[in-house]
């Protein structure tokens, strides 16, 4: 026997999932039992991961990555789709981390004529490290009308926080409050 290299053309629909088979009969090696008998080629669909998009089924689910400004004051941004088509996304309403907007038929072909999947967009706001003094005051002195300042009782004790990052539990008497062992709880009534 001679082994021989064949080029064969195969199509991939568009849209087909990870995992999807494609069955050519009758074109793998010869069946060294039957030499009139030739085997099957199994392809196996892999998809490999996009650098804007994961897929869900048939939706695309696109992650935007927004500052706290943009979260308050809406944004304007542009997409690029599979297809290579420019959409342009203008949001003026406020956005939250629950926020998702969802894009009929920018999705991916469902196999059927003309049938997409969704476009879906999550928005993620990313707040700063850190600011300033002078920025909170300006902060402060702008927006007033954003946030409600509790007040605090006459007599109450001023305490200090710790940052849990910078927390070390060793170095600090007192319960730990990452402690299974409830027996050193101790309540009383008056």
């Keep these: 026997l001679q082994k021989k290299n064949e080029e064969i053309k ?94 009929p038929n920018y999705g991916m072909p469902t196999g059927k004529q003309d049938k997409y999947g969704n476009m879906i967009i999550l928005f993620e706001i990313e707040y700063p490290k850190k600011i300033s003094d002078e920025e909170k005051k300006i902060l402060l002195n702008n927006f007033t009308k954003f946030y409600s300042k509790h007040e605090v009782k006459e007599n109450s004790k001023k305490v200090i926080l710790l940052d849990h990052n910078h927390y070390d539990n060793n170095e600090h008497e007192g319960s730990n409050e990452y402690s299974d062992d409830s027996s050193n709880i101790q309540c009383s009534q008056q």
Excluded at 35 to 58: A, M, P, S
């Design 10 to 103: 195969i199509t991939v629909k568009k849209g087909m999932k990870e995992g999807s088979k494609i069955h050519l009969e009758g074109i793998g090696n010869t069946n060294l039992k039957n030499i009139n008998e030739k085997g099957d080629i199994i392809l196996i669909i892999k998809e490999f991961q996009h650098n804007h998009f994961v897929r869900k089924n048939n939706d695309l689910i696109y992650k935007k990555k927004i500052s706290i400004f943009e979260s308050l004051t809406g944004l304007n941004f542009g997409i690029e789709s599979l297809n290579k088509i420019n959409l342009e996304i203008d949001i003026t309403e406020i956005i939250n981390n629950e926020t998702i907007k969802i894009l």
